[in-house]
C-alpha cells in the first residue's frame, strides 16, 4: 500500500477553526483487490493474459485468479517467499501443450514470488513454482491433461457460455448444471453419457444453437 499523511483542519460555519490534525490516506496498490481466497479470484477471460501492475501488499497477502481452458477451471495462487511486499505482473498462456503461468517484475520491484496451481474447487494441489523465473520471480509450466477427461462438470457461473460465444465440450461423461446465453453455439459430446442436471438452462431464444449428443471426442 501507498500511505500518506496529510494536515488537516476543520471550520465551522462561523470561521471558528480547530488545530491542526494528521490524516492519513491509504491507497491500494492492486486494482484487482479484493481476490485473496479462491473464492474472490480474479477471472481471466483471455487465452493470453498480462495483467496490468499489481502487487502483494504484505507478508500475508495472497493473489488468486481464475483461467478457464477447454471447460476446466484452474486457480493460481500467487505470493511472497520472503515475506516481502513488492510489484508484479501476471502472465497466463498455453504454449503447445502446457499451461505456462509467469510472475514479471514491475516498477523495479524484486519480489521473490511463489506460485501455486489448482484446479476445481481451489483445493486440489497440482503443482508449484519457487523462483525459478528472470530474477526470482516464478515461472510454472504445466503439462494439460488430454482433452477428453472420464467427467467434465460444466457448472455455474464460471463456466456459464456467454451470449454469441461458440463452444464444444467433450468427455467420456459429461454433468451439466451451467447456463447458456442467447445466440450461442454449443456442442457437448459425451461418448457415454451427457447429463444436463437441475440448474442447467438455455437462453437461446433469437439465434445460435444446442446441441448434445453421444458421440467420442476424435
Known sequence: NGTTVYAAVCMDVDGCT???GAVTVTLECDPLEPNNTY??????????????????????????????????????????VNNVHGYYKLSVSVVTDSLRIETLSSSGSNLSTRVDLYTDNGTTFLWNDFS???????????????????????????????PGQTN??????????????????VSYYGQNAV?????????????????????GCN
Do not use: M
Open 18 to 20: 480547530t488545530a491542526a
Open 39 to 80: 473464492s474472490s479470484a480474479t477471472i481471466i477471460a483471455e487465452a493470453n493474459y498480462l495483467s496490468p501492475e499489481v502487487c502483494l501488499d504484505s507478508k500475508n497477502d495472497a493473489d488468486w485468479y481464475a483461467y478457464v481452458h477447454t471447460n476446466k477451471v484452474y486457480y493460481i495462487r500467487v505470493a511472497s
Open 132 to 162: 525459478s523465473g528472470v530474477n526470482n520471480f516464478s515461472l510454472l509450466k504445466y503439462k494439460l491433461p488430454s482433452p477428453c477427461p472420464a467427467v467434465l462438470n460444466l457448472y455455474s457461473t464460471l463456466l456459464d457460455i456467454a
Open 168 to 185: 464444444t465440450a467433450k468427455g467420456l461423461q459429461i454433468n451439466a448444471t451451467n447456463k447458456v446465453g442467447d445466440g450461442a453455439t
Open 195 to 215: 447429463l444436463l442436471l437441475p440448474g442447467f438452462q438455455t437462453n437461446i431464444s433469437t439465434g445460435g444453437s444446442f446441441q448434445a449428443a453421444i458421440q
